[in-house]
């Protein structure tokens, strides 16, 4: 389900407002940064990131989102799995759990229920520009990304426990 009208696309209209007002050129992917990160305070707001931007006098942003769609879920359960290499595999979260004998399981239901009610929907948008060598960077999650990784965290526990039965 593809979202249309939400905090999240309104926010990224928002962004892309911005960047179209100020006549910034737009690479459409995010910075891999090996030196220094700076995390643009998000209290101060999306028009101050900007105004910092044009005082500095940045020519070019950075704008990625993502999207929620389940199969990466697999991949955010991965990072926090112990022994991940031996655990993964499956296209689907259905298949994954099915494989690991979970399928019955009322948090990994539950879970899954999460996902697909929000597949399709923007979880983050992230834009970024470079002055100097450092990234600068302004990102917003949506407001049911902590609860999705709160579910993560604990479904990883249950498989971290069931490899640790086996």
């Given at each position: 389900?593809?979202?249309?009208?939400?905090?999240?696309?309104?926010?990224?209209?928002?962004?892309?407002?911005?960047?179209?007002?100020?006549?910034?050129?737009?690479?459409?992917?995010?910075?891999?940064?090996?030196?220094?990160?700076?995390?643009?305070?998000v209290?101060?707001?999306?028009?101050?990131?900007?105004?910092?931007?044009?005082?500095?006098?940045?020519?070019?942003?950075?704008?990625?989102?993502?999207?929620?769609?389940?199969?990466?879920?697999?991949?955010?359960?991965?990072?926090?799995?112990?022994?991940?290499?031996?655990?993964?595999?499956?296209?689907?979260?259905?298949v994954?759990?099915?494989?690991?004998?979970?399928?019955?399981?009322?948090?990994?239901?539950?879970?899954?229920?999460?996902?697909?009610?929000?597949?399709?929907?923007?979880?983050?948008?992230?834009?970024?520009?470079?002055?100097?060598?450092?990234?600068?960077?302004?990102?917003?999650?949506a407001?049911?990304?902590?609860?999705?990784m709160?579910?993560?965290?604990?479904?990883?526990?249950?498989?971290?426990?069931?490899?640790?039965?086996?």
């Amino acid at each position: 389900m593809k979202e249309t009208d939400s905090p999240m696309t309104r926010f990224l209209a928002e962004v892309r407002d911005h960047i179209t007002r100020r006549g910034l050129l737009t690479f459409p992917d995010s910075i891999i940064a090996d030196g220094h990160v700076v995390f643009f305070p998000v209290e101060l707001g999306l028009p101050a990131f900007f105004d910092l931007a044009a005082a500095l006098s940045v020519r070019m942003v950075y704008l990625s989102t993502d999207t929620l769609e389940p199969p990466d879920v697999l991949d955010d359960l991965a990072q926090l799995v112990e022994d991940a290499d031996e655990t993964f595999g499956g296209d689907s979260l259905e298949v994954f759990f099915r494989d690991q004998g979970l399928s019955a399981n009322a948090r990994v239901k539950r879970f899954r229920d999460f996902v697909a009610d929000h597949a399709g929907k923007l979880r983050s948008v992230h834009v970024e520009w470079v002055h100097e060598g450092v990234v600068h960077r302004y990102s917003r999650f949506a407001d049911w990304h902590r609860a999705l990784m709160d579910q993560v965290t604990e479904i990883a526990d249950i498989l971290d426990a069931q490899a640790g039965e086996s």
